[in-house]
């Protein structure tokens, strides 16, 4: 069935006589304009001058989790919450300094690639001459001009010596480490309390 445009003038005539006849339902309202005719209320017009953006910082309402660059306990903290495995007497008179090194080795200058063999073959032979306690001295590191975006710790073997010796193959020989007295390097060097070996 196709839908016809027009009314025939016959049909035309019908609709006006019905619509002169009806009464409209609400007389006061008159028909509104569709709303995309409508006209929008103007905006009152702002001066450059009085217009102010509110404040707005970037971040502002993030809750506040900042934690730095520093993830890992700084070294003071490792070695203070680190237990006494040695005799407790000895380690007293350890950190006062009263102990006297056996054999020592100076990393101090060393790339890392230098100084872990090197450090390996010292603490090794050290136990097997039968020492007990022995001085590493890392030195206190640098401090570099620019940091750059990753942030990198001031004197890398300073870092890097604890963890080696708490890695194989050196942690079978290795009891305790210290950071040493000030008359042996305070805090550029390590007392390193070997195991008797076996």
């Known amino acids: 069935m196709t839908r016809r445009r027009k009314l025939h003038p016959e049909e035309r005539a019908l609709w006006d006589r019905v619509a002169r006849q ?3 339902l609400h007389p006061a309202k008159r028909p509104s304009a569709p ?5 929008p209320d103007p905006e009152p017009v702002r001066s450059a001058e009085s217009y102010a953006p509110p404040l707005f910082e970037v971040g502002q309402s993030a809750p506040d989790t900042h934690l730095g660059h520093v993830l890992a306990p700084d070294l003071p903290a490792q070695f203070s919450a680190q237990p006494v495995a040695m005799d407790r007497k000895k380690h007293g008179h350890l950190k006062r300094g009263k102990l006297k090194p056996e054999a020592r080795i100076d990393l101090h200058g060393m790339t890392m690639d230098r100084a872990h063999p090197a450090l390996i073959r010292f603490i090794l032979s050290s136990q ?3 020492k007990r306690l022995v001085l590493v001295i890392t030195g206190k590191g640098k401090h570099r001009d620019d940091d750059g975006p990753i942030p990198v710790r001031h004197g890398v073997l300073k870092h890097n010596v604890p963890q080696w010796l708490s890695l194989p193959p050196l942690s079978q020989a290795v009891l305790q480490v210290t950071p040493a007295h000030a008359r042996h ?3 550029g060097a390590y007392y390193v309390y070997l195991r008797r070996r076996r």
Do not use: D, E
Request: proline share 7%; charged share 15%.
């Open 185 to 187: 390097g305070g805090s």
């Open 128 to 130: 097997g001459a039968g």
């Open 35 to 39: 709303r995309a005719l409508q006209k």
């Open 22 to 24: 009806a009464v409209p």
